[in-house]
């Protein structure tokens, strides 16, 4: 199998998970479709994927890289306890960039908001 096949593959099983997938549960998913598929391999694929800016690359607490489809602009929930990412539905707030690019004197071209909390799941577990 050719790389470029490698990488199309890659960033499909990506495009087809919502849950912002890790390195090691692509990995899962790439070896049903190649077994002999190394973890570097989809290491190094994913993070040329976030460098070209297919998909986008999301550090979570405890340094593990998720990986996100939805390159548009949006904001992260990050739970503290099962390490999940969820999208944030709310608007982005365009004079945020503005008040930033004000007080640093630059140009702003983005930003990037992560929330850190208990995720709904957690609490309920939490209470029962
Ligand atoms: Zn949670
Ligand atoms: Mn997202």
């Given at each position: 199998?050719?790389?470029?096949?490698?990488?199309?593959?890659?960033?499909?099983?990506?495009?087809?998970?919502?849950?912002?997938p890790t390195v090691d549960s692509v990995?899962?998913?790439?070896?049903?479709?190649?077994?002999?598929?190394?973890l570097a391999t989809v290491y190094r694929n994913l993070n040329l994927l976030a460098e070209?800016?297919?998909?986008?690359?999301?550090?979570?607490?405890d340094g593990t890289a998720h990986f996100d489809f939805n390159t548009g602009k949006h904001?992260?929930?990050?739970?503290i306890h099962c390490n999940k990412v969820y999208d944030i539905p709310c608007d982005v707030a365009p004079e945020?960039?503005?008040k930033a690019e004000e007080l640093?004197?630059?140009?702003?071209?983005?930003?990037?908001?992560?929330?850190?909390?208990?995720?709904?799941?957690?609490?309920?577990?939490k209470k029962n």
């Open positions: 199998m050719n790389y470029s096949r490698q990488r199309e593959l890659i960033l499909k099983i990506v495009q087809s998970d919502m849950s912002h990995y899962q998913a790439l070896r049903k479709e190649i077994p002999n598929v190394s070209s800016g297919e998909i986008r690359k999301i550090e979570s607490l904001y992260h929930f990050i739970c945020v960039d503005k640093c004197g630059g140009k702003i071209i983005s930003h990037d908001i992560s929330f850190q909390g208990i995720c709904h799941e957690c609490l309920k577990l």
